[in-house]
Nanobody
Framework: QVQLVESGGRLVQAGGSLKLSCTAS????????MGWFRQAPGKGREFVAA????????YSADSVKGRFTISRDNAKNTMYLQMNSLQPEDTAVYYC?????????????????WGQGTQVTVSS
C-alpha cells in the first residue's frame, strides 16, 4: 500500500519561503507521477505542480510558476516543494499525491493516492 507523508507546513509571513516534503513508501515509484495539490478554505482542491519520478520532468500551475519549484530525491523517496515569494492567497492545506503511470496529473479527481495534508498559512 502506497503511503505519502507530508511535512514542513507552518505559518510564514508574506514574501517568505517554505519547503514542503513528501516521503513516499510502499512501492517502487519509478513508473509514477507525483505532485502537489492545495485546498484553501471553502475552495476546491487545485493542482500546484507535478513531477514524473524517473525522468524528473516537471510542470506546474500558472499561479505558481516562477515561485514554486518541485523536485525529488530518488534515494530518499522524497518529493519537495520549494515555495518562494509566498502570498496570503497561497494559504491552504497542501496535499501530496501519487499516480501510477505518466499521464498528466492536473486533476484532483484522477489521483490514486493522497497524503494527509500539511497546513501552510501566509500572513500579510
Amino acid at each position: 500500500q502506497v503511503q505519502l507523508v507530508e511535512s514542513g507546513g507552518r505559518l510564514v509571513q508574506a514574501g517568505g519561503s517554505l519547503k514542503l516534503s513528501c516521503t513516499a513508501s510502499g512501492t517502487t515509484f519509478s513508473y509514477y507521477t507525483m505532485g502537489w495539490f492545495r485546498q484553501a478554505p471553502g475552495k476546491g482542491r487545485e493542482f500546484v505542480a507535478a513531477i514524473r519520478w524517473s525522468a524528473g520532468i516537471t510542470y506546474s500551475a500558472d499561479s505558481v510558476k516562477g515561485r514554486f519549484t518541485i523536485s525529488r530525491d530518488n534515494a530518499k523517496n522524497t518529493m519537495y516543494l520549494q515555495m518562494n515569494s509566498l502570498q496570503p492567497e497561497d494559504t491552504a492545506v497542501y496535499y501530496c499525491a501519487a499516480n501510477r503511470g505518466l499521464a498528466p496529473m492536473t486533476s484532483s479527481t484522477r489521483v490514486d493516492f493522497w497524503g494527509q495534508g500539511t497546513q501552510v498559512t501566509v500572513s500579510s
